[in-house]
């Protein structure tokens, strides 16, 4: 899943899909089931750093956790979409751009996907919620948002 996908499908159902296709997105009560075998493996310092790592994070439906490693990996809760984005294809960035309803004023963008289109590149971003294209000006070394006819 790209990350612009992710946020074109929502964190409920991103999450989801991501933890059918990945094994180091979990979820609360998968955790806690792991926590009752190791301590029925007597491997309890795993299983009191799991439980002190779940109570001194706040509570999450979802969370980061990587079973394989078998070692003392904090589980990362997953609240936020944005908390999605490392599970994801590509790498999100944030700069400063020209934004269209701005007139031209600068504001922080994400930059969530590079696109062509013939010999033109393109971007998807994000500005303020609103998914929209954008361009980089290399000889003005500027990104412009089109935030009111780019809109996706």
Same mark, same amino acid.
């Given at each position: 899943m790209?990350?612009? =996908?992710? $946020?074109?499908?929502?964190?409920?159902?991103?999450?989801? @899909?991501?933890?059918?296709?990945?094994? !180091? #997105?979990t979820t609360y009560e998968t955790l806690k089931e792991f926590i009752?075998?190791?301590i029925d493996d007597d491997s309890l310092y795993l299983a009191a750093h799991l439980t002190?790592?779940?109570?001194?994070?706040?509570?999450? =439906?979802? $969370?980061?956790?990587?079973?394989?490693m078998g070692?003392? @990996?904090?589980?990362?809760?997953?609240? !936020? #979409?944005?908390?999605?984005?490392?599970?994801?294809?590509?790498?999100?960035?944030?700069?400063?751009a020209h934004i269209n309803s701005l007139d031209g004023a600068m504001d922080e963008i994400t930059v969530l996907e590079q696109r062509q289109k013939g010999n033109q590149t393109y971007y998807i971003?994000?500005?303020?919620?609103?998914?929209?294209?954008?361009?980089?000006?290399?000889?003005?070394?500027s990104y412009y948002a089109d935030d009111i006819y780019g809109r996706l």
């Amino acid at each position: 899943m790209t990350i612009l =996908e992710l $946020y074109q499908k929502g964190f409920n159902t991103a999450v989801i @899909e991501l933890s059918e296709q990945r094994d !180091d #997105i979990t979820t609360y009560e998968t955790l806690k089931e792991f926590i009752k075998s190791k301590i029925d493996d007597d491997s309890l310092y795993l299983a009191a750093h799991l439980t002190n790592a779940l109570n001194t994070c706040a509570y999450a =439906e979802y $969370y980061g956790y990587d079973y394989c490693m078998g070692t003392l @990996e904090t589980p990362t809760p997953l609240k !936020d #979409i944005s908390d999605l984005e490392d599970f994801c294809d590509g790498k999100a960035y944030t700069v400063d751009a020209h934004i269209n309803s701005l007139d031209g004023a600068m504001d922080e963008i994400t930059v969530l996907e590079q696109r062509q289109k013939g010999n033109q590149t393109y971007y998807i971003v994000k500005y303020k919620d609103i998914l929209c294209t954008a361009i980089f000006n290399g000889f003005t070394c500027s990104y412009y948002a089109d935030d009111i006819y780019g809109r996706l």
